[in-house]
């Protein structure tokens, strides 16, 4: 199991995103936003899913309840060449509650099962579930360990933990993101008990170091702010969590391997601000950073903004 991956979040993992990661680490395994049933039925699907090749590996994030419609799904996606399916049990907005899935679906674990089993039926990749602690009253780690063993039941092997409950009424998605408690015991606690599935630890988690603690403790650790608010982050983790041998690039070297990426988007004619909005945040906590940042926010909207926007940004980083 990788163990290492960038969190599912919506509008900011989209492909531009994933790419730009890419050049920061080679290994990490990349999740794409969350990507409905009912988009990819009747949506543009070169949209929804294409990706770059570069990207890999990379797993695609369904969220939906119908398992007829996420087998579809998982089969398109596997002829697509992505790496594995993941379906959203963690997602508590409104919007996704009316949908009947996402977090919602934790109060339903048979359900999970049977798309589980679409879905493994349809591809041969592996089909993952990210989930919460619980949600609402249903939060105790009995809780959470039926919706597992009801889930693994039904071939699940690995899973991603939210470390932390959901409230489905009263607190907005980005509450429920800071003020239910992350409770880490309880993830260690399930890998313990059930040393055949495949852990992996998700939820407040910033440094390194942090991952390397809780790699004592589950097979693997998931990032999804932290990756956001600082790609660069990922600098070296190739090395220190994969051993590879290879080294680091700068950051001025990520931005430049960017370049022609961004001119073949334009060239396709994409607007620069879909792309940079994504590099704003490579040199946090450098100086320069913040004329680096405001540069591509006054010019990347532009009608007409080119690379020379990046490149004259770049100049700006001492
Ligand atoms: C802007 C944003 C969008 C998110 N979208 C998704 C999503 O599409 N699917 C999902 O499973 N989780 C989504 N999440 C939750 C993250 O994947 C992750 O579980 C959560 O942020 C906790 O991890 P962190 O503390 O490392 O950020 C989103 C989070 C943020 C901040």
């Not at 080679?26 to 570069?54: C, N, Q, V, W």
């Not at 606690?189 to 790699?215: C, D, F, M, S």
């Amino acid at each position: 199991m990788n163990p290492l991956s960038v969190a599912p979040m919506m509008e900011r993992t989209d492909r531009h995103f994933r790419y730009l990661m890419r050049q920061i680490t080679r290994r990490t395994l990349l999740y794409t936003e969350m990507i409905t049933t009912a988009a990819i039925t009747h949506g543009d699907r070169t949209k929804l899913l294409g990706f770059s090749p570069e990207e890999k590996p990379i797993s695609l994030q369904l969220g939906g309840d119908n398992p007829l419609l996420l087998a579809e799904c998982a089969r398109i996606a596997e002829d697509l060449g992505y790496d594995e399916i993941n379906l959203n049990v963690g997602c508590p907005s409104s919007r996704v509650q009316n949908g009947h899935f996402g977090a919602c679906l934790m109060a339903q674990p048979e359900t999970v099962a049977r798309c589980i089993e679409a879905m493994q039926k349809a591809v041969m990749i592996p089909v993952t579930v990210k989930h919460r602690i619980g949600i609402d009253e249903r939060d105790r780690y009995e809780d959470m360990l039926n919706f597992i063993k009801i889930v693994s039941d039904a071939g699940c092997r690995r899973f991603t933990v939210h470390a932390r409950k959901a409230w489905l009424k009263g607190l907005s998605p980005k509450e429920n993101r800071t003020i239910p408690p992350l409770r880490y015991d309880d993830v260690y606690r399930l890998k313990a008990e059930y040393p055949h599935l495949l852990i992996e630890i998700n939820g407040g988690i910033t440094t390194l170091e942090q991952v390397q603690q809780h790699l004592q403790k589950v097979d693997a650790v998931m990032i999804g702010r932290a990756a956001y608010d600082n790609p660069y982050l990922f600098a070296t983790v190739d090395q220190d969590i994969y051993g590879e041998n290879t080294i680091p690039p700068t950051r001025h070297e990520v931005i430049e391997n960017m370049l022609p990426y961004l001119e073949f988007w334009l060239g396709k004619g994409l607007k620069l601000n879909s792309i940079s909005r994504h590099l704003l945040q490579v040199f946090v906590g450098q100086s320069g950073t913040k004329a680096w940042k405001r540069h591509i926010s006054d010019n990347a909207h532009l009608e007409h903004a080119g690379v020379e926007v990046i490149t004259e940004a770049l100049a700006k980083i001492p």
